[in-house]
T-cell receptor
Framework: GAVVSQHPSRVICKSGTSVKIECRSLDFQATTMFWYRQFPKQSLMLMATSNEGSKATYEQGVEKDKFLINHASLTLSTLTVTSAHPEDSSFYIC?????????????FGPGTRLTVL | DQQVKQNSPSLSVQEGRISILNCDYTNSMFDYFLWYKKYPAEGPTFLISISSIKDKNEDGRFTVFLNKSAKHLSLHIVPSQPGDSAVYFCAASWSFGNEKLTFGTGTRLTIIP
């Protein structure tokens, strides 16, 4: 299989605090992981591409200082939402590209629901 | 600018019949297409993919058709089962090795028992 986990599945925090979300590939190595966010009834929007051992590549309009990404190992990437505000409330989903797997195919985690009060 | 479009936000199909989900794209650079299935509060699950060198790919009950000239792809599910009820997203990327996926807005499929 190609299992990707995310932790936590749900988090509620106060405005101004920072929240860390973990994404792990459980049964394969992932040199590349991706972070998406999805607003209600909308599509998944790519935020950034995370490469193991190097800096993340952010999509246009995504603040790199606000959404800190660290890809410390071949199985773990983290997204930290710094100084979260209510408009950051969303569903955050990570995916992983399987090393040596079929190009273009990403395997997704179950997502993290962030609610900022 | 929505480069990948799914114009039907919802679709209802009788159990046992064929479900056809459609997707259109505007970027002629896209050459790899995927379909994902998503349940509420879960991440998308990969279903099937097709590269632009093919016009059809089949995997069990799922078949994806690609019409490059029309920039259109479709997912056929036959026979449809209640467990197929979910939101289906099509996604596209360009050039083997380019990792980014552009997603459509999704179609909610409901299978009626």
């Amino acid at each position: 299989g190609a299992v990707v986990s995310q932790h936590p599945s749900r988090v509620i925090c106060k405005s101004g605090t920072s929240v860390k979300i973990e994404c792990r590939s459980l049964d394969f190595q992932a040199t590349t992981m991706f972070w998406y966010r999805q607003f209600p009834k909308q599509s998944l929007m790519l935020m950034a591409t995370s490469n193991e051992g190097s800096k993340a590549t952010y999509e246009q309009g995504v603040e790199k200082d606000k959404f800190l990404i660290n890809h410390a190992s071949l199985t773990l990437s983290t997204l930290t939402v710094t100084s979260a505000h209510p408009e950051d409330s969303s569903f955050y989903i990570c995916s992983a590209r399987r090393s040596g797997g079929q190009p273009g195919t990403q395997y997704f985690g179950p997502g993290t629901r962030l609610t900022v009060l | 600018d929505q480069q990948v479009k799914q114009n039907s936000p919802s679709l209802s199909v009788q159990e046992g019949r064929i479900s056809i989900l459609n997707c259109d794209y505007t970027n002629s650079m896209f050459d790899y297409f995927l379909w994902y299935k998503k349940y509420p509060a879960e991440g998308p699950t990969f279903l099937i993919s097709i590269s632009s060198i093919k016009d059809k790919n089949e995997d069990g009950r799922f078949t994806v058709f690609l019409n490059k000239s029309a920039k259109h792809l479709s997912l056929h599910i036959v026979p449809s089962q209640p467990g197929d009820s979910a939101v289906y997203f099509c996604a596209a990327s360009w050039s083997f090795g380019n990792e980014k996926l552009t997603f459509g807005t999704g179609t909610r499929l409901t299978i009626i028992p």
